[in-house]
């Protein structure tokens, strides 16, 4: 397990907020990989409450594995709530079950910009990229398309 994962999680479960770095490209335009110029950081506070449709949960996938992704819907079948996440520059979507999400993202800072999760603006951004994934669907299905008949062609 990564040591500073592992203890960003200690941290959560003693009921302390954290603030870390994030990598990768799934939360791509919100959130920027800590190797980049714009490099992003997220203030993520222990998850006490059930989580709702746009909130952005710090989930552990394997034990050496752990991601920010936003939901998308909320499950519950016989007791059991489960949440289906999705990264907002991704098409595939995964399924986690309530217990292995640990935090919540409530901030976002850019440099010295700061986003809160409450902010209007946000909200909106939320909303808009939420609606507006079946055309990044049809996008990314045209970007393979001719990236498929680029290669035959060429």
Not at 3 to 17: D, P
Request: charge should be positive; glycine fraction near 6%; aromatic fraction near 8%.
């Amino acid at each position: 397990m990564n040591k500073q994962y592992s203890n960003l999680r200690k941290e959560l479960e003693a009921g302390r907020s954290i603030i870390t770095f994030t990598t990768g490209v799934s939360m791509e335009p919100l959130l920027h990989d800590k190797r980049k110029k714009n490099a992003t950081s997220v203030l993520v506070v222990p998850a006490n409450s059930p989580l709702s449709v746009g909130d952005m949960p710090l989930v552990q996938i394997k034990e050496d594995t752990y991601m920010i992704h936003r939901v998308i819907e909320v499950l519950e079948k016989d007791g059991q709530v489960a949440y289906v996440t999705r990264g907002d520059n991704c098409i595939g979507c995964e399924q986690v079950k309530a217990s292995q999400v640990f935090g919540i993202v409530t901030e976002i800072y850019e440099g010295d910009k700061k986003i809160c999760v409450t902010d209007k603006k946000y909200l909106r951004y939320v909303k808009r990229r939420m609606r507006n994934y079946p055309f990044r669907v049809i996008w990314w299905r045209v970007r393979r398309l001719v990236s498929i008949i680029k290669r035959i062609l060429l």
